[in-house]
């Protein structure tokens, strides 16, 4: 397999994980080719405006499960019939199977108060962030460790949960960890919940077309 092959086996291959946690520790030196591998991401300005939090205190891990547990209940109150079925059957987080979390935040302040690239755009450091945990799914992905993203909490507990300053936005809580394998077919694709678009679905050529 060529270094092209490669890159497109590892972008089809990333899925988001959930059941496949063997709960094994990552090794040090793979965890840290795949954090360096997210920090080399492109950023507005060179702003470089992302953190990551490491977790793997049980206490925490058991924590955070409940809340986003919480958050699943107060989601399913609103579905009912055939959407509250589907995704009663839906697991949507590994966060102690998996054994660590990687929680990604967004510093604005990170580089300066005038960013390259950035005065037009205020988001352009939020994309930047995003970037970096795509590089660390696709890097993860290459080593043979699941990742899941983790989407049902409130801001406002999980960066007091870990800390950060009021001014530092938590994005993601990562699930990271060694996997039984991954999936072929994503889970919300497998159980029912949407199915994936075709691209000639949403290409466009010169205007955008209804």
Same mark, same amino acid.
């Given at each position: 397999?060529?270094?092209?092959?490669?890159?497109?086996?590892?972008?089809?291959?990333?899925?988001?994980?959930?059941?496949?946690?063997?709960?094994?520790?990552?090794?040090?030196? !793979? #965890?840290? /080719?795949?954090?360096? %591998?997210?920090?080399?991401?492109? =950023? +507005?300005?060179m702003?470089?405006?992302?953190?990551?939090?490491?977790?793997?205190?049980?206490?925490?891990?058991?924590?955070?499960?409940?809340?986003?547990?919480?958050?699943?209940?107060?989601?399913?109150?609103?579905?009912?019939?055939?959407?509250?079925?589907?995704?009663?059957?839906?697991?949507?987080?590994?966060?102690?199977?998996?054994?660590?979390?990687?929680?990604?935040?967004?510093?604005?302040?990170?580089?300066?108060?005038? !960013? #390259?690239? /950035?005065?037009?755009? %205020?988001?352009?450091?939020?994309? =930047? +962030?995003?970037?970096?945990?795509?590089?660390?799914?696709?890097?993860a992905?290459?080593?043979?460790?699941?990742?899941?993203?983790?989407?049902?909490?409130?801001?406002?507990?999980?960066r007091?949960?870990?800390?950060?300053?009021?001014?530092?936005?938590?994005?993601?809580?990562l699930?990271?960890?060694?996997?039984?394998?991954?999936?072929?077919?994503p889970?919300?694709?497998?159980?029912?919940?949407?199915?994936?678009?075709?691209?000639?679905?949403?290409?466009?050529?010169?205007?955008?077309?209804?």
């Amino acid at each position: 397999m060529t270094a092209l092959d490669s890159l497109y086996d590892v972008i089809h291959r990333r899925r988001d994980t959930r059941r496949e946690f063997t709960g094994e520790p990552v090794r040090p030196e !793979v #965890l840290e /080719r795949v954090l360096l %591998a997210a920090h080399a991401a492109p =950023s +507005v300005g060179m702003s470089q405006p992302w953190d990551f939090v490491l977790v793997r205190s049980p206490q925490t891990l058991d924590a955070f499960r409940d809340h986003v547990a919480d958050e699943r209940e107060v989601f399913a109150a609103g579905l009912t019939g055939e959407r509250a079925d589907v995704f009663a059957r839906i697991k949507i987080e590994g966060i102690c199977e998996s054994g660590l979390g990687v929680v990604v935040g967004y510093d604005p302040t990170r580089g300066g108060r005038q !960013v #390259l690239g /950035r005065h037009a755009i %205020a988001d352009a450091g939020l994309y =930047s +962030v995003v970037c970096a945990i795509q590089n660390l799914w696709l890097a993860a992905t290459a080593e043979g460790l699941g990742v899941g993203w983790v989407s049902f909490y409130r801001e406002d507990f999980l960066r007091e949960l870990v800390g950060m300053p009021d001014h530092v936005r938590p994005v993601a809580w990562l699930c990271l960890g060694t996997v039984a394998e991954l999936p072929d077919t994503p889970d919300l694709e497998r159980y029912g919940w949407r199915s994936r678009s075709s691209l000639a679905a949403v290409l466009h050529e010169e205007r955008y077309r209804s």
